[in-house]
């Protein structure tokens, strides 16, 4: 991926206040971002032929949260090499340690990052 391609981005998070200062600090950035405000809405976007280059995934959400999504998305043949960030307020080793063995990338805890250091963190799995 060249320095100025956009990175396509799904953001799954049910917080409309958290979601739209990732939408706009994401697309501040350069990238391009269609939001999900639960694990339903994220698949049914991945299925109308939305293919990001990265997920960044919130766990707690209505309908299926986002272990639910994550198992989901990885029997998906089209979409089980998308790389997934968990974004969760969940920090319990248990939860972190779920994450990683249904096949998240990786594990960032949203009040230890700020959306700069989020963005740092995609370029490195893209």
Known sequence: MTENQKIKILL???DKFISKAYQDG???AGHE???AYDGVEAMQKLKEGFLPDIILLDLIMPEKNGFETL????KDNDLKNIPVIIL???GQDTDIQRGR???ATDYLIKSNFSISE??????TFI
Do not use: P, Y
């Open 12 to 14: 799954a998070e049910d």
């Open 26 to 28: 994401l697309r501040r």
């Open 33 to 35: 971002v269609v939001a």
């Open 71 to 74: 198992e989901e998305l990885k």
């Open 88 to 90: 969760s307020n969940l």
């Open 101 to 103: 063995e249904l096949g």
């Open 118 to 123: 989020v963005i740092e963190k995609i370029k």
